[in-house]
């Protein structure tokens, strides 16, 4: 606690997340802008979007970003110039390039495997299969008619 | 001396839960009933006694003894009482306590109501259930003990966290820590059902009770959680995919698949060694969730104890609990043959699907949770994995999900024909996707998810409608059936409906967010959609331990007032922190969202407006889900099962 509290005060002056000075006349760059900054993660934040946060230096990336934008930049060169500065860390959405491919497939490879593994049980399911099980003694069985009864 | 009595009473009740670990598990595998039967008053002991050292520290936090260490961390004395209360939880030390004292009271409650287990099963229950105690009892009072006192007490406290002095939050703990280790009663099952080497369809019915109320306190705290978030973090989120969020998520996901595959256990006698070991695994991830949150390992909002000791002790609770079991479980599955027979297309294969889905979507969460970790560790790379992946690559689960379930919940058991259960929802197929397409045509030409998630919300609702027609049969007396359908139909009902509704809310929370940032002067409208507002007075009050700056807005439409909203920003002097109180006015439809930010040059205030289309469905509809797992839990045949029959009642006083 007391780590994050000392950290919160460092930005205690209530700041913003996008303030009214930021944001661009031209509304088609602006809603470029925001929605690029959704992606882009806060450097010193715990898991905020730049586009969320309150923190001095999250503004100060959310005007370089307008900046690159207001100077003709695409969305890919505005958000590789960013990279490029403060590294991958920064993207919320991580690139599917390297070992990365293992991120985005574990989801379908896993529903691929669970899936034959589900059909296979299911066909032997359909099957009729018997026995293995330790039955029920006498005592159980009665026990069990006398609870199903009631 | 009170602390000191609480302190003593911990220290016994580790002693006690040693010899309920010990004793009754040599009982049951010698059939000595004297051993066995030491577990019951063991459990209720150690339940009592676990209460005594909660209730000796929560009587510091309440009366604000400084010589405590951890009330002097975490409380002030100006602080509201319900804070004060809520402070014995909202520190590390103290929510380890309340965790023993939900996993004493479950253990209490299964010696109390598990009257009708056999008695080697109900022994084995225990035991294994105090093993988890005595790891956790450890872990308090070697690494994290909250009774440590000061030598010279200060004067006043250090304050509890403002943003946790709200009531949604002071209540978020208790019930997701009751979700997290109601989860520990179907381990313990499902590993004295492994020591038994039997599983059979009265085992799938004592240990649903149990998940089903894990189930349902984990849902009511996931939601208060996100709630929270949304009313209190400022900009209106409602959902992250932060560590900790994906820490409880996880459990979520996977009870609700482990609720699911017990119902085939008990009625058809299959997928046995498959829902043991979705019971480990469910418990499994709580003790992940336990170590993500208090080993600081992963970045997060909530990481509130950064200590690499205590991580590894839990680290090494959960290699050990997890190993043994998942060993026992590889020795013992085979055991385990299915006895009941079914087709390909049937309500069985149905549930096998919805389970298929609920654990692949929850391993999805675990990679991209633990990715960054991965990612640094093998291939030197240090990256993020935010909102935007776990969205592309989760959400495909849900709309899977959402798409089968009203089909396989009309399905009959054993052998189904897929179109002859299609058949009668094929109306409300249709007019589900002529509203997703009608909502489609009237937003101004953006992402699909509105539709879709509209789409699949109508489905799910007007599915449970077509369900419950069907339920009732033909003729006249339609009517008197559907009121006497088991509870546990009735909870099926809510809970699917409710499922719709959160997915409808989520969707159009999304995708159809109006916003709007400016500086207001006074009494200088402004509109957002169809509703104008106006700053008519920003004021600043005291609040008992804080400073507030409250902005009146008027929201109005076509010239009628609608609502008054009170934004409040607060300053909190003793942590030297600010939050934010952020006025909502509410109706069925949309929320209006409304945040006042600072004073400019200009004499003007900064505020935030949105609109929110159905976000109050979002919670909404996990209150149904929750009350739908209320009706199922109150049906007959479990308390028949459970024992309440036979238990012993304990007297009521006439008031």
């Given at each position: 606690?007391?780590?994050?509290?000392?950290?919160?005060?460092?930005?205690?002056?209530?700041?913003?997340?996008?303030?009214?000075?930021?944001?661009?006349?031209?509304?088609?760059?602006?809603?470029?802008?925001?929605?690029?900054?959704?992606?882009?993660?806060?450097?010193?934040?715990?898991?905020?979007?730049?586009?969320?946060?309150?923190?001095?230096?999250?503004?100060?990336?959310?005007?370089?970003?307008?900046?690159?934008?207001?100077?003709?930049?695409?969305?890919?060169?505005?958000?590789?110039?960013?990279?490029?500065?403060?590294?991958?860390?920064?993207?919320?959405?991580?690139?599917?390039?390297?070992?990365?491919?293992?991120?985005?497939?574990?989801g379908?490879?896993m529903l691929l495997l669970a899936g034959g593994l589900g059909m296979s049980y299911l066909r032997?399911r359909s099957?009729?299969?018997?026995?293995?099980?330790?039955?029920?003694?006498?005592?159980?069985?009665?026990?069990?008619?006398?609870?199903?009864?009631? | 001396?009170?602390?000191?009595?609480?302190?003593?009473?911990?220290?016994?009740?580790?002693?006690?839960?040693?010899?309920?670990?010990?004793?009754?598990?040599?009982?049951?595998?010698?059939?000595?009933?004297?051993?066995?039967?030491?577990?019951?008053?063991?459990?209720?002991?150690?339940?009592?006694?676990?209460?005594?050292?909660?209730?000796?520290?929560?009587?510091?936090?309440?009366?604000?003894?400084?010589?405590?260490?951890?009330?002097?961390?975490?409380?002030?004395?100006?602080?509201?009482?319900?804070?004060?209360?809520?402070?014995?939880?909202?520190?590390?030390?103290?929510?380890?306590?309340?965790?023993?004292?939900?996993?004493?009271?479950?253990?209490?409650?299964?010696?109390?109501?598990?009257?009708?287990?056999?008695?080697?099963?109900?022994?084995?229950?225990?035991?294994?259930?105090?093993?988890?105690?005595?790891?956790?009892?450890?872990?308090?009072?070697?690494?994290?003990?909250?009774?440590?006192?000061?030598?010279?007490?200060?004067?006043?406290?250090?304050?509890?966290?403002?943003?946790?002095?709200?009531?949604?939050?002071?209540?978020?703990?208790?019930?997701?820590?009751?979700?997290?280790?109601?989860?520990?009663?179907?381990?313990?099952?499902?590993?004295?059902?492994?020591?038994?080497?039997?599983?059979?369809?009265?085992?799938?019915?004592?240990?649903?009770?149990?998940?089903?109320?894990?189930?349902?306190?984990?849902?009511?705290?996931?939601?208060?959680?996100?709630?929270?978030?949304?009313?209190?973090?400022?900009?209106?989120?409602?959902?992250?995919?932060?560590?900790?969020?994906?820490?409880?998520?996880?459990?979520?996901l996977l009870?609700a698949a482990l609720l699911h595959s017990?119902i085939v256990?008990?009625?058809r006698?299959a997928l046995?060694?498959w829902t043991?070991?979705l019971?480990?695994?469910?418990?499994?991830?709580?003790?992940?969730?336990?170590?993500?949150?208090?080993?600081?390992?992963?970045?997060?909002?909530?990481?509130?104890?950064?200590?690499?000791?205590?991580?590894?002790?839990?680290?090494?609770?959960?290699?050990?609990?997890?190993?043994?079991?998942?060993?026992?479980?590889?020795?013992?599955?085979?055991?385990?043959?299915?006895?009941?027979?079914f087709g390909l297309v049937s309500r069985e294969s149905a549930l096998v699907v919805n389970n298929l889905l609920l654990a692949v979507a929850c391993f999805?969460?675990?990679?991209?949770?633990?990715?960054?970790?991965?990612?640094?560790?093998?291939?030197?790379?240090?990256?993020?994995?935010?909102?935007?992946?776990?969205?592309?690559?989760?959400?495909p689960f849900m709309v899977a999900l959402g798409l089968i379930l009203p089909v396989g919940s009309v399905m009959p058991w054993?052998?189904a024909?897929i179109?002859?259960a299609m058949?009668?929802?094929?109306?409300?197929?249709?007019?589900?996707?002529?509203?997703?397409?009608?909502?489609?045509?009237?937003?101004?030409?953006?992402?699909?998810?509105?539709?879709?998630?509209?789409?699949?919300?109508?489905?799910l609702?007007?599915g449970?409608?077509?369900?419950?027609?069907?339920?009732?049969?033909?003729?006249?007396?339609?009517?008197?059936?559907?009121?006497?359908?088991?509870?546990?139909?009735?909870?099926?009902?809510?809970?699917h409906?409710?499922l719709?509704?959160?997915?409808?809310?989520?969707?159009?929370?999304?995708?159809?967010?109006?916003?709007?940032?400016?500086?207001?002067?006074?009494?200088?409208?402004?509109?957002?959609?169809?509703?104008?507002?106006?700053?008519?007075?920003?004021?600043?009050?005291?609040?008992?331990?804080?400073?507030?700056?409250?902005?009146?807005?008027?929201?109005?439409?076509?010239?009628?007032?609608?609502?008054?909203?009170?934004?409040?920003?607060?300053?909190?002097?003793?942590?030297?922190?600010?939050?934010?109180?952020?006025?909502?006015?509410?109706?069925?439809?949309?929320?209006?969202?409304?945040?006042?930010?600072?004073?400019?040059?200009?004499?003007?205030?900064?505020?935030?407006?949105?609109?929110?289309?159905?976000?109050?469905?979002?919670?909404?509809?996990?209150?149904?889900?929750?009350?739908?797992?209320?009706?199922?839990?109150?049906?007959?045949?479990?308390?028949?099962?459970?024992?309440?029959?036979?238990?012993?009642?304990?007297?009521?006083?006439?008031?």
């Amino acid at each position: 606690m007391k780590p994050l509290v000392l950290f919160m005060m460092l930005f205690a002056a209530p700041l913003w997340a996008v303030q009214p000075d930021e944001i661009l006349d031209d509304p088609v760059l602006e809603q470029r802008a925001r929605d690029l900054s959704k992606g882009l993660r806060c450097l010193v934040c715990q898991n905020e979007s730049i586009d969320e946060s309150e923190a001095t230096l999250a503004r100060d990336l959310r005007l370089l970003l307008r900046e690159r934008l207001v100077a003709g930049d695409s969305d890919e060169q505005a958000v590789d110039f960013i990279v490029a500065r403060y590294g991958e860390f920064v993207l919320l959405n991580p690139p599917v390039t390297g070992a990365n491919w293992l991120l985005w497939g574990a989801g379908p490879l896993m529903l691929l495997l669970a899936g034959g593994l589900g059909m296979s049980y299911l066909r032997r399911r359909s099957v009729a299969q018997t026995g293995g099980e330790v039955p029920l003694t006498q005592d159980e069985q009665t026990r069990l008619n006398e609870i199903l009864r009631r | 001396m009170i602390t000191e009595l609480g302190h003593f009473a911990l220290i016994l009740a580790f002693a006690v839960a040693i010899v309920q670990m010990v004793v009754p598990l040599i009982g049951a595998h010698k059939r000595w009933s004297g051993w066995m039967a030491v577990a019951e008053p063991a459990a209720g002991a150690q339940f009592a006694l676990t209460a005594l050292a909660f209730g000796a520290l929560m009587w510091g936090f309440v009366t604000s003894d400084f010589s405590l260490r951890l009330v002097w961390l975490n409380s002030h004395s100006a602080k509201p009482m319900l804070y004060k209360i809520s402070g014995t939880w909202g520190n590390h030390e103290g929510s380890m306590l309340l965790w023993v004292l939900i996993l004493t009271l479950f253990g209490a409650m299964a010696a109390w109501f598990g009257g009708n287990l056999p008695p080697t099963l109900r022994a084995r229950v225990l035991a294994v259930q105090s093993a988890i105690a005595v790891a956790f009892f450890a872990f308090i009072l070697f690494t994290s003990n909250p009774f440590l006192r000061l030598e010279t007490p200060p004067f006043d406290g250090q304050d509890l966290n403002p943003l946790l002095q709200d009531p949604g939050l002071a209540f978020h703990p208790p019930f997701l820590y009751l979700g997290y280790v109601g989860l520990s009663m179907a381990f313990s099952f499902a590993v004295a059902a492994l020591i038994e080497g039997r599983v059979d369809a009265a085992w799938g019915r004592w240990v649903r009770p149990w998940t089903l109320a894990a189930w349902i306190f984990l849902t009511i705290g996931i939601a208060l959680g996100s709630w929270w978030a949304y009313y209190e973090l400022g900009w209106g989120g409602f959902w992250f995919w932060d560590p900790v969020e994906n820490a409880s998520f996880m459990p979520w996901l996977l009870a609700a698949a482990l609720l699911h595959s017990a119902i085939v256990v008990e009625k058809r006698e299959a997928l046995k060694s498959w829902t043991i070991l979705l019971a480990i695994l469910a418990f499994g991830f709580s003790l992940i969730g336990t170590f993500i949150v208090r080993s600081g390992l992963l970045t997060s909002v909530h990481a509130f104890a950064n200590d690499p000791e205590r991580g590894v002790f839990i680290l090494m609770i959960l290699g050990f609990f997890m190993g043994g079991a998942l060993v026992l479980f590889t020795l013992r599955a085979g055991t385990m043959e299915a006895k009941g027979v079914f087709g390909l297309v049937s309500r069985e294969s149905a549930l096998v699907v919805n389970n298929l889905l609920l654990a692949v979507a929850c391993f999805v969460v675990f990679v991209g949770t633990m990715w960054p970790l991965v990612a640094e560790m093998f291939f030197d790379r240090k990256l993020s994995v935010g909102p935007p992946f776990f969205n592309a690559a989760f959400t495909p689960f849900m709309v899977a999900l959402g798409l089968i379930l009203p089909v396989g919940s009309v399905m009959p058991w054993k052998r189904a024909r897929i179109f002859k259960a299609m058949r009668p929802l094929r109306y409300v197929f249709v007019l589900a996707l002529a509203l997703g397409g009608l909502s489609y045509a009237m937003q101004t030409g953006r992402s699909m998810i509105g539709p879709l998630g509209l789409f699949l919300g109508a489905w799910l609702v007007m599915g449970v409608g077509v369900e419950l027609a069907q339920r009732t049969g033909r003729g006249s007396d339609r009517l008197r059936r559907l009121t006497r359908l088991p509870r546990a139909d009735w909870g099926k009902a809510t809970a699917h409906a409710g499922l719709g509704v959160t997915i409808a809310g989520i969707a159009g929370l999304t995708a159809w967010t109006q916003d709007d940032i400016r500086v207001a002067q006074l009494n200088k409208p402004w509109n957002v959609g169809k509703y104008e507002l106006t700053l008519t007075d920003v004021q600043d009050l005291r609040g008992p331990n804080y400073l507030s700056t409250m902005g009146m807005v008027d929201l109005a439409q076509k010239g009628e007032l609608v609502a008054q909203l009170r934004p409040e920003k607060r300053f909190y002097p003793v942590a030297q922190m600010p939050t934010t109180e952020a006025g909502i006015d509410s109706d069925f439809l949309r929320d209006v969202y409304v945040v006042i930010g600072d004073q400019q040059n200009n004499g003007g205030w900064t505020v935030r407006t949105y609109i929110k289309p159905l976000t109050a469905w979002i919670w909404l509809g996990c209150a149904m889900m929750a009350l739908g797992g209320v009706f199922s839990l109150s049906d007959r045949r479990f308390r028949v099962a459970a024992g309440a029959s036979k238990a012993r009642r304990t007297p009521v006083p006439a008031e």
